[in-house]
């Protein structure tokens, strides 16, 4: 089995590819199948989130190209595309952003909350590549707000693998 240690980010060729959903490509150590059914371990100093067009080089030197698997998801539409992206981005939930919708991972809760503000809500089955962080290369990761953020509450944000 080979080894692969090292991330080609945004790769141009690649020998082999490897399909993930986005929960999949945030990893440090996993064996992964390819395609072509070769198997590799990941093995990488931290946790990393991978985007879709990156690239795992193994000791070897051979290249696995990382594709975003389709995966169950919200699409989102409405008149006023920036305050329902407002309401997302306060959940701290993924959001793909694109001209003319909104893509999240499917959550019943989000898509009840979504519809309430006039949203309309659409279930589909597609890649998923949402924004990076705001500092760059990273993720971002949902949040719970039902708990309280009174005075003297006691919490922490947690930011991975941001840069």
């Known amino acids: 089995m080979q080894t692969a240690q090292e991330i080609i980010t945004q790769s141009d060729t690649a020998d082999d590819q490897v399909s993930l959903d986005y929960d999949a490509r945030f990893m440090r150590r996993k064996v992964?199948?390819?395609?072509?059914?070769?198997?590799?371990?990941?093995?990488?100093?931290?946790?990393?989130?991978?985007?879709?067009?990156?690239?795992?080089?193994?000791?070897?030197?051979?290249?696995?190209?990382?594709?975003?698997?389709p995966e169950p998801l919200l699409e989102?539409?409405?008149?006023?595309?920036?305050?329902?992206?407002?309401?997302?981005?306060?959940?701290?939930?993924?959001?793909?952003?694109?001209?003319?919708?909104?893509?999240?991972?499917?959550d019943h809760v989000m898509a009840d909350m979504l519809a309430r503000i006039g949203a309309q809500v659409t279930e589909v089955h597609e890649p998923f590549t949402p924004e990076g962080g705001a500092y760059g290369h990273g993720r971002t990761h949902g949040h719970d707000h039902s708990h309280a953020h009174g005075p003297g509450a006691e919490h922490a944000h947690e930011h991975h693998n941001e840069h």
């Open 76 to 106: 989102i539409t409405g008149t006023d595309l920036s305050r329902i992206a407002w309401h997302i981005g306060n959940r701290h939930t993924p959001c793909q952003i694109e001209t003319a919708r909104l893509l999240i991972q499917h």
């Open 32 to 69: 992964l199948t390819t395609h072509a059914g070769a198997q590799i371990l990941v093995d990488l100093p931290r946790t990393t989130s991978l985007d879709h067009g990156d690239a795992l080089r193994t000791t070897t030197g051979l290249l696995v190209e990382i594709v975003a698997a």
